[in-house]
């Protein structure tokens, strides 16, 4: 569920960067982590676990917990928390184990 | 202090002895086993977990025989074991790869293939594309080729021991865990009791399932056992999803991967004492000798390692067998590498010996004494 | 293989001040440090280009953590940061994974400065996206200035609530109420043991008056019970609770919520420790397992030091003067501090050290943990979040005859997940505790094991070497 923008006011940002994040457009500012974007967007599941389906998103903050993780660039497990931003990023929330691709 | 008698003490809860359990329970026996730590929390627990009829390992011994026997009798009774006990010990039957890299190694698979298809064991010669073709996420560009057995498979072998010893207490065993057995008293030329942390237990036989400790317990009766600790280091990766389909081994490391996704990459056979601990130059070695052989893991993360001591004999062939001095020992110990194989196989053996029914294979290939006939 | 005279492992305020003290004396020091920049999670602060004029919430640390890197690095330590320490091998040889490559690091001596995290307390809906820890929740406002939410509930025990629900407030979001577990009855007595700390006192009391200026319901005694979902945090319910934490059945109350921020204290990063043979004692009133010291926080291995919260949650005050004394004991083992100017500066610190001994250990009682958390879930909450264990699993292992923790981890899986048992260690030690009535200290840890963290597979296969400058 989306619910505006959670970015505090009387912050200037840096620069703005654009990531697509499930193939839409998220808004970024140049220093934050992907975590940090996608919660002040408005989403904030990350994936769905492998077991039994169930949402999942930022927890710890600090790159302990794993449940932040992400497929960034076609890479599966990447933490939110701990990966930033960057203009052109993929991101996509994962679904399960993810999708490990390569020819092998 | 005294305990209530049994007819059976089993000496040490890996896989081995509540195999052994089960199957002596299963008879009605009055079994109690004891462990001093947890169930299958030593080398039961710290395998890769592979159920190899044609393996990497048993290519020293081209011949099926006893040691066939002993895995047949496992992957029979695995296929459906745990089910009804509401265990699922997650045992797959995905077919095995033994490649070979040189010409050395080629023969030895060639001569066990050769041996094992003389005796109708399934077993399939490939040549270096039907090794890929086998194993797709499998690399290497010195493979010469190889075999693959499609009975081969994985299990897991916490879960092994689990079922194991959940049947074994359903059906009548006591199971007494965090008690150490110290003695084994014996008079007159027969087993008598054991005497443990927590008091004595009258008995008229006692298994010897104490793995990499057996030599330990043969001290109790004054019984030599050519049973030493022999290291495996492991590492485990993050889950991700099914790509190693087969069982593949044949070049150091092996790997496998389990049902929830993690790849088991091992294991080490060394002589390290009773140190389990897992060295750096392992970690390097093993995921140096990984990432090009399966190229997808070059990405995927190692969470976890461990380090197992399997109880080596010098043969690596185990020692089962009743003894008639002290009468009422029954040895079940030096499965060296291939203890989740012969579990089942073992714990039935030992049934059929404590009975006092002729066992259901061939043992005299397992007795203590080849060692000193060897020796003389 | 690089070498150097100190291995510093964290880059927080322990391990800064051990770095800066001991490279003052000369010794060449390496600091590692996962996060792209130093500062751990106390001195973390928003991005370059971010401009914070106006914005007083969180100016302080952030100085003070700049002064203190700058003068690091002026020092000319060594750095590798965005690298993981992932093993301590032959109680000298540190490996860390940097990029996709292991560097091993042969050190003379080596600081373990890890940190602490979230102490993860398991209850009905603790998994939803929109839980957060207050530690989470303060790395968003405090590093990026977001949000957690527009309506949000913090909970839990402990100073930092405070400063959570107060960086909320002064974010512009709507704080429903702070649930305290603690009763915080009688805090008069401890009035005299507070005076010599005024400083700490005046700022939790700022704190509190300003949230009680804004109507916000400072509930003491109280415990949350479930966050509603059912995809993500719509609600949440909390209940009174009796003095050792254990929730009360009756006087629930339901808050319409989009986030919920829970801190129950925190628990120390011990893994580099145990893999380098570190003894370790269970603290009951930290309510958890912290290394065994001497007062030069040197550990049962010989020139292994450990400081700060990686030792036993103290706060950064502590961790600074911590790390202060860890780096001095390193420059004087390695000859660059003589014994006695190493004894004056130690003393020196020790007595610091001593002064805030006495505020840690009134916060240490009246927050003291309390054991009754364990009731907070029921048999279908999850207590291993990586592997999706639920409590009734780890319990039937129990029921089995597991009864030390590696014990339900072979059998359930939990622990087994991509956290390597951090998240769902402290939850399952209780558990298991609670259930076999013994002792947290007696049920065991999962065995420590390289690697430390997770680290990749080519990361592990390639080395790289060099000598530190």
């Known amino acids: 569920m989306i619910h505006g923008d959670a970015r505090m006011a009387g912050i200037e940002r840096g620069p703005m960067v654009t990531m697509l994040v499930d193939g839409g457009v998220v808004v970024a500012y140049e220093g934050e982590s992907v975590a940090a974007a996608l919660l002040a967007s408005g989403r904030r599941t990350t994936r769905a676990t492998s077991r039994t389906g169930e949402s999942r998103g930022y927890f710890c903050g600090m790159g302990v917990c794993q449940d932040c993780l992400v497929t960034v660039d076609e890479r599966p497990n990447a933490r939110a928390c701990m990966t930033p931003v960057r203009d052109g990023l993929r991101v996509h929330t994962q679904r399960g184990l993810g999708e490990w691709g390569g020819s092998r | 202090m005294r305990l209530p008698a049994a007819d059976v003490v089993v000496i040490g809860g890996g896989v081995i002895g509540t195999a052994a359990a089960y199957y002596l329970a299963g008879e009605g026996t009055r079994v109690t086993l004891v462990e001093r730590r947890g169930i299958g929390q030593e080398a039961s627990g710290a395998n890769v977990g592979l159920v190899t009829l044609f393996s990497g390992h048993s290519l020293d011994e081209p011949d099926p025989g006893p040691l066939y026997e002993l895995t047949r009798a496992s992957i029979d009774a695995y296929e459906t074991f745990g089910a009804d006990l509401g265990v699922d010990i997650e045992y797959e039957q995905c077919g095995g790869v033994v490649f070979a890299e040189t010409e050395e190694k ?222 009422g020992l029954c040895l079940a110990v030096g499965h060296s590498r291939r203890g989740i194989c012969y579990a089942a196989g073992t714990g039935r053996v030992v049934a059929d010996l404590i009975a006092g029914r002729p066992p259901s294979l061939a043992l005299d290939a397992f007795r203590l004494s080849r060692f000193a006939e060897a020796a003389a | 293989m690089t070498s150097a005279g100190c291995v510093v492992v964290g880059g927080g305020p322990a391990g800064l001040a051990a770095a800066r003290a001991a490279a003052r004396y000369g010794v060449r020091v390496l600091l590692v440090d996962d996060n792209p920049e130093l500062g751990g999670q106390y001195y973390r602060r928003m991005p370059a280009g971010f401009g914070v004029a106006g914005h007083h919430a969180f100016g302080r640390e952030s100085d003070e953590g700049q002064a203190l890197v700058t003068e690091v690095r002026a020092l000319g330590v060594e750095m590798r940061l965005g690298a993981v320490a992932w093993g301590i091998f032959d109680r000298r040889i540190v490996a860390i994974a940097t990029g996709d490559a292991t560097e091993r690091v042969g050190a003379e001596t080596i600081v373990l400065a890890p940190g602490a995290y979230d102490r993860p307390v398991p209850f009905p809906g603790w998994t939803l996206p929109g839980v957060f820890t207050a530690g989470g929740a303060q790395n968003l406002m405090k590093g990026y200035g977001v949000l957690p939410g527009r309506r949000v509930l913090v909970a839990g025990s402990g100073p930092l609530l405070l400063v959570v629900a107060h960086a909320v407030m002064r974010g512009g979001a709507n704080v429903v109420a702070v649930c305290e577990a603690a009763p915080l009855a009688g805090l008069w007595r401890y009035a005299h043991r507070l005076l010599p700390h005024l400083n700490f006192v005046q700022r939790g009391y700022r704190y509190q008056q300003d949230l009680r200026n804004a109507g916000i319901p400072f509930l003491t005694g109280h415990v949350i019970r479930r966050a509603l979902g059912p995809a993500e945090v719509t609600g949440a319910v909390v209940s009174p609770c009796a003095s050792d934490w254990t929730p009360l059945g009756g006087g629930e109350r339901t808050y319409d919520v989009d986030a919920v921020v829970v801190g129950y204290g925190f628990v120390s990063s011990l893994e580099l420790g145990r893999l380098a043979g570190c003894e370790h004692r269970w603290d009951a009133g930290l309510g958890g397992w912290v290394p065994v010291r001497n007062r030069d926080m040197e550990s049962t291995v010989p020139d292994v030091f450990i400081a700060g919260d990686g030792a036993g949650t103290a706060g950064a005050a502590v961790a600074l003067e911590e790390g202060h004394l860890a780096g001095l004991a390193v420059a004087n083992r390695l000859g660059r501090l003589a014994g006695r100017e190493y004894s004056r500066e130690a003393s020196r610190a020790r007595g610091r050290l001593l002064h805030l001994g006495g505020f840690r250990r009134v916060m240490d009682e009246v927050f003291r943990f309390g054991p009754g958390l364990a009731a907070l879930a029921d048999g279908e909450t999850t207590l291993c979040r990586c592997e999706e264990v639920t409590h009734a699993e780890a319990l039937e292992a129990v029921r089995e005859g597991a009864t030390h923790v590696n014990e339900v981890k072979a059998w359930t899986r939990v622990g087994m997940g991509r956290c390597q048992g951090r998240m769902c260690g402290p939850a399952l030690a209780l558990q298991v505790a609670r259930a076999t009535s013994r002792p947290i200290g007696e049920v065991g840890v999962f065995t420590p094991r390289p690697p430390a963290r997770p680290v990749p597979l080519l990361a592990l296969a390639r080395e790289i070497g060099g000598e530190v400058q």
């Open chain 2, 106 to 327: 080629l023969a030895v698979i060639r001569r066990a293939y050769e041996g094992y298809a003389k005796h109708g064991v399934p077993v399939e010669w490939l040549d270096p594309r039907g090794v890929r073709e086998c194993e797709p996420a499998f690399w290497s560009e010195r493979i010469l080729g190889g075999a693959f057995c499609p009975v081969n498979g994985q299990v897991n072998p916490l879960l092994l021991c689990r079922a194991f010893a959940r049947g074994a207490r359903r059906r009548g065993a006591r199971i007494m865990l965090g008690v150490t057995a110290h003695n084994v008293y014996h008079g007159n030329g027969r087993v008598r009791a054991v005497c443990t942390s927590e008091g004595d237990i009258p008995c008229e036989f006692v298994v010897n399932a104490a793995g990499a400790w057996a030599a330990e317990v043969g001290d109790m009766v004054g019984q030599r056992l050519p049973v030493v600790p022999a290291r495996g280091q492991i590492l485990l990766t993050e889950p991700l999803p099914r790509f190693i389909h087969r069982v593949v081994s044949g070049a150091e490391p092996s790997a496998r991967q389990t049902r929830r996704g993690n790849v088991i990459i091992g294991s080490t056979v060394e002589n390290a004492g009773y140190d389990k601990g897992v060295t750096v130059d392992t970690i390097a070695h093993f995921a140096a000798g990984a990432v090009p052989r399966f190229p997808r893991l070059a990405g995927v993360s190692v969470i976890r390692s461990w380090a197992g001591l399997r109880p080596a004999t010098p043969d690596h062939m185990p020692i089962i067998e009743l003894m008639e001095e002290p009468a």
